[in-house]
């Protein structure tokens, strides 16, 4: 088992940067993908971009280019290195982690372990 902490959210304008962190805790040695999902008012959460154990990573095409995710495993802590920031990436961010072996993806039911998530608001 893990247990997730993200930190780092917070309020900035439009064009402005933020580092979101992940600390993980327990097992985290086992961890297979690791992933940052986010979800908007009245909207469904989706996932932005994941990493898996050998280092590679993915992105949504909402935020290629502008996200980047990466993580220190001496520290156990996940990163989501967030630049050019829209309105529209205003959201509450999760991160999430799953043990099982295999292709990491976007998509929710990959993931069963959860942060209690970190609040991000983008102003225009």
């Known amino acids: 088992q893990v247990q997730l902490v993200e930190s780092g959210g917070g309020s900035v304008q439009t064009g402005g940067s933020l580092r979101l962190s992940c600390a993980a805790f327990?097992?985290?040695?086992?961890?297979?993908?690791m992933g940052w999902f986010r979800q908007a008012p009245g909207k469904e959460r989706e996932g932005i971009a994941y990493i898996a154990s050998d280092g590679s990573t993915s992105y949504a095409d909402s935020v290629k280019g502008r996200f980047t995710i990466s993580k220190d495993n001496a520290k156990n802590t996940l990163y989501l290195q967030m630049n050019s920031l829209k309105p529209e990436d205003t959201a509450m961010y999760y991160c999430a982690a799953d043990f099982r072996v295999g292709n990491c993806d976007l998509r929710i039911p990959r993931y069963n372990y959860w942060g209690q998530g970190t609040q991000v608001i983008v102003s225009s």
């Open positions: 327990g097992h985290s040695y086992s961890i297979y993908c």
